[in-house]
């Protein structure tokens, strides 16, 4: 059925509304990146919009060679890699099991997991109990209380009652274990809705700033966004570079801003090249989920 003048019309206006959002997102990005690659004289002229002026790399290069920004990448992967896998395992070993209707205390286990969703104790409260179980200046303080995502929980045990019945009984008649029925069976056709649990909480731990301040007392277990929030709320590039490794000329062939903006770009790349790898699975995974029936 062809779609009416109207629907022709409705239709257009979304295209637009949205593709006008999307520019308006994407634009500062690229006028970021564009400072980071200009020259000194450029950036302080303003005269840098979207397009390079005076192209260099030397803020990338100070980046690099005057501060702990390896340091903090490496960190930022740490974190972000061990906490996204024990996110994966912990969701699907809960909810699997609240999926099953044979399972006997169901129904009270997920009520009381929804009333956490609802109502938290609390900042203080939060930071006296990592404290006492001894898990601060840790990335365990990072981890640990958040190793299950309510909102993650419900949407993969969703998934898993709308897989069909019959699928399991076929594999329990041919002797399929319990553990086999989840590694062989669940997981596999699972795998849309994994791939966005895995973006979730990836990007969560990538971009994790409050816990970060909070619980990890030295710098040299910052992450990535922490140290380029102080760089940017410092606004003294002297105190992040190292003395003696940088040339006088390099100094003052850049601007705090350009390197500020190298160093955002820095903490936005990598979600934005991983991204497209997972963006197939993830409308699809989300609807699976969250839709019943």
């Excluded at 950036?43 to 290069?61: A, D, E, I, Q, R």
């Excluded at 209380?145 to 009652?161: A, D, I, M, Q, S």
Aim: hydrophobic share 50%; glycine share 8%.
């Amino acid at each position: 059925m062809k779609p009416t003048f109207g629907e022709k019309i409705f239709y257009g206006f979304n295209y637009v509304l949205l593709g006008l959002f999307g520019i308006s997102c994407i634009l500062p990005i690229i006028h970021i990146l564009s400072l980071s690659l200009s020259s000194e004289h450029a950036v302080l002229s303003g005269f840098v919009g979207l397009w390079p002026v005076g192209f260099t790399l030397n803020s990338y290069k100070l980046l690099i060679e005057g501060t702990r920004i390896v340091q903090a990448f490496q960190n930022s992967v740490q974190i972000t890699v061990v906490g996204t896998i024990l996110n994966l395992v912990f969701t699907i070993l809960a909810a699997y099991p609240l999926s099953r209707t044979y399972f006997y205390y169901r129904r009270p286990l997920t009520l009381m997991i929804l009333f956490t969703m609802l109502f938290s104790a609390g900042l203080i409260p939060s930071y006296l109990l990592v404290k006492s179980l001894g898990l601060v200046n840790t990335y365990g303080a990072l981890w640990i209380p958040g190793l299950v995502g309510v909102y993650n929980l419900l949407v993969l045990k969703t998934f898993f009652e709308n897989i069909p019945s019959e699928v399991e009984d076929a594999a329990r008649i041919d002797g399929c274990s319990e553990t086999r029925l989840i590694m062989q069976i669940m997981l596999p056709l699972s795998m849309p809705v994994i791939a966005t649990l895995i973006l979730f909480s990836a990007v969560g731990h990538w971009n994790s700033f409050f816990s970060v301040m909070i619980y990890i007392n030295s710098s040299e277990k910052h992450n990535l966004t922490v140290m380029v929030q102080q760089m940017i709320m410092n606004n003294q590039l002297a105190q992040q570079v190292t003395e003696g490794r940088l040339s006088d000329a390099m100094m003052e062939s850049i601007t705090p801003q350009s390197i500020q903006s190298a160093g955002v770009i820095a903490m936005v790349v990598p979600m934005l090249v991983v991204y497209p790898f997972l963006q197939k699975y993830f409308v699809k995974g989300v609807m699976i989920g969250s839709i019943k029936g």
